[in-house]
């Protein structure tokens, strides 16, 4: 069984900088992509970050230059730095990665349980 857990949300003013994390765990032989996405109320779930085990990323125009999405191998551990928030990263943040799992070597997509991030004016 495999499972993701995001950590790091919370209530913060515009300006300011928070750090998610989502921490991989179970029979995990390796991860390829991961990313995160983001779903504010009444909007559709959009893609935020990618990025592959090799450290190439993909940013949305409305983050680029904000924020910053990295990966530890070691720790199957992806993060993503957010700086200069602002009141439209208000959402949900889900983390999502590419999973090979130990045993059986399939692949398979998995989604964390979502963090919430709150941006006040």
């Known amino acids: 069984q495999v499972q993701l857990v995001e950590s790091g949300g919370g209530l913060v003013q515009a300006g300011e900088s928070l750090r998610l994390s989502c921490a991989a765990s179970g029979s995990i032989f390796s991860i390829n992509a991961m990313g995160w996405y983001r779903q504010a109320p009444g909007k559709r779930r959009e893609l935020v970050a990618t990025?592959?085990?090799?450290?190439?990323?993909n940013y949305a125009d409305s983050v680029k230059g904000r924020f910053t999405c990295s990966r530890d191998n070691a720790k199957n551990t992806v993060y993503l730095q957010m700086n200069s928030l602002k009141p439209e990263d208000t959402a949900v943040y889900y983390c999502n990665a590419d999973i090979i799992h130990s045993y059986y070597r399939t692949e398979s997509n998995y989604w964390g349980q979502g963090t919430q991030v709150t941006v006040s004016s």
């Open positions: 990025i592959t085990r090799g450290g190439r990323t």
